[in-house]
């Protein structure tokens, strides 16, 4: 099989098929990694640019380890370092870029639909890295393997996100990729981080973490996007956490086995606490590791591998 799309821009343009190739594709992959010379010549002779316009640790690192891991040659470029301080349009760098034979052009801005603008453009493969508020699909893709992983499916189960539902793209992209795995989904979230109208994507919305956490298989955990919030969503950080925060208490309302997941970066303390960030349920770090084999799977498809 092989992924017939020049872009990966948002999980609610891949159908079922598509997810499940790319899940495929990336667990094979991770062998890669437990390898003494963590190479593969699969993207050799190819160039990425990673055209981050936001600060970035964990989904900069790991698009560019995917990348030298599969052979390619990687090019980082950040907002700073980019002639668009110059006063140059982002479409002309882009196209700069481009006419220098790049391959892939990996593109975070905190402008929603930066991303769906350039691959209209670019002969280039564009994947999004995370474009505001709107999506971030490569985020998506290795939480479902990861629950995936640690679950056997995907089918069915319970998945409780809670935090900055409003601002938070990973949401918008765990919600469209476990959707279409029947998964049942509760958004929790003060009302003022709850967007209007989300129920319609067939979602059950809570103000209340606790009634929310009763036979959780997954809990998802979201940071609070304080750079996106213009306006006080929240009295304090303080109330915040004694009402949303996770604790072991509240872990212990979820099924026996269930998953703590969190994107990052973490705010101990707020979202959750040490303790359970660290504990037993918590796939936070496999999550990291994940997102190498999931970002290595992306490049190789758009590339026109087959996953035999």
């Not at 809670?162 to 938070?168: A, E, Q, R, S, T």
């Amino acid at each position: 099989m092989e992924l017939k799309r020049k872009d990966i821009l948002s999980l609610s343009d891949l159908d079922r098929e598509e997810i499940d190739l790319i899940l495929q594709t990336a667990d094979s992959f991770k062998e890669v990694s437990t390898r003494e010379i963590k190479k593969v010549p699969a993207l050799r002779g190819k160039t990425v640019i990673n055209l981050f316009f936001e600060p970035s640790t964990r989904t900069r690192t790991s698009f560019e380890l995917a990348g030298k891991r599969l052979s390619a040659d990687v090019i980082n470029i950040s907002s700073t370092g980019s002639s668009t301080v110059k006063g140059e349009s982002l479409l002309d760098t882009a196209r700069n870029i481009e006419a220098m034979h790049s391959d892939f052009i990996i593109v975070r801005h905190a402008s929603s639909g930066v991303p769906q603008f350039l691959a209209k453009s670019l002969q280039s493969a564009v994947i999004n890295a995370g474009d505001g508020a709107h999506a971030h699909p490569s985020q998506g893709l290795l939480d479902l393997l990861t629950i995936k992983e640690a679950k056997g499916t995907l089918e069915g189960l319970k998945v409780v996100i809670v935090g900055d539902i409003l601002h938070g793209r990973v949401a918008h992209s765990d919600i469209h990729g476990l959707l279409k795995y029947g998964a049942d989904i509760h958004l929790v979230a003060p009302p003022t981080l709850i967007p209007i109208g989300i129920e319609l994507w067939g979602v059950t919305v809570h103000y209340h973490l606790d009634e929310a956490l009763h036979d959780a298989d997954v809990v998802i955990l979201l940071r609070l996007q304080l750079e996106r919030q213009n306006t006080a969503y929240f009295p304090t950080l303080r109330e915040y956490a004694k009402l949303y925060g996770l604790d072991r208490r509240r872990l212990s309302l979820a099924k026996e086995d269930a998953l703590v997941m969190h994107p990052g970066p973490i705010n101990r303390g707020v979202e959750v606490t040490s303790e359970v960030a660290d504990g037993l349920s918590s796939v936070i770090l496999k999550q990291v590791s994940n997102g190498i084999a999931v970002r290595m799977a992306l490049l190789f498809l758009l590339s026109g591998g087959k996953n035999d």
